[in-house]
């Protein structure tokens, strides 16, 4: 089944680090002949929420918004990739979940956590996990914790131990074992 995953990111800072984990995903993502796009805010520049996509009538939306809502429309999954500060995620990914809603309904998602030190951002992790509850994609039992990102990934997207390609094997199979199964699902109706 030919599938469709967007890797969402949600970091603006210029010092960016975790931009190495999105890389490292959409890479294995594509060796599996998946498609994917990366929701990148910082190249989307989409501003701070007024009104939510649903809100404008489809002529009038801002071409950004239209572009992002195009992806997610098309994605059967979704790859989050969070970083954590002060103990949640990132207001720019917060603010690219907060405009789209439909979107997102009777789709997996999977999350990936990483922070600076020991921790992995899995504080962050947790509370992704309830917006995603919430936003209609339910997210998998599995998570990507990365600790150091800085540290154990280059800035490409390489691991710079094994151990991480390793360990994306069974957490991206999980995902698409979801991802196949909702989208025969999906196939047959949903129920609104
Ligand atoms: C505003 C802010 C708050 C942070 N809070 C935490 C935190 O609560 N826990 C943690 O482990 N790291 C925290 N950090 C450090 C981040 O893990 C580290 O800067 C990481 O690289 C941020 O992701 P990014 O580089 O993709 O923006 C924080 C960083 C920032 C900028």
Redesign the pocket.
Known sequence: MKLNIATI?G?V?S?????RAANFFIKKLTDRKIETKLIDPLKMELPLLDKMYKEYKSENAPPKMKAISNILTHADAFLIIT?????SI?PALKNILDHFQKEFFFKPSAIVS????D?A?V??AVHLRAILGELGTPSISSMFPIAQ??NNFDIEGNALDSFYDDRSKRFLDELIWYTEALKSARIKGVPY
């Open positions: 990111y970091s800072r010092d960016r680090q975790g931009i970083g954590e500060y002060n103990h990132p990483y922070s600076a030190g921790y951002g504080r962050a990102i800085q």
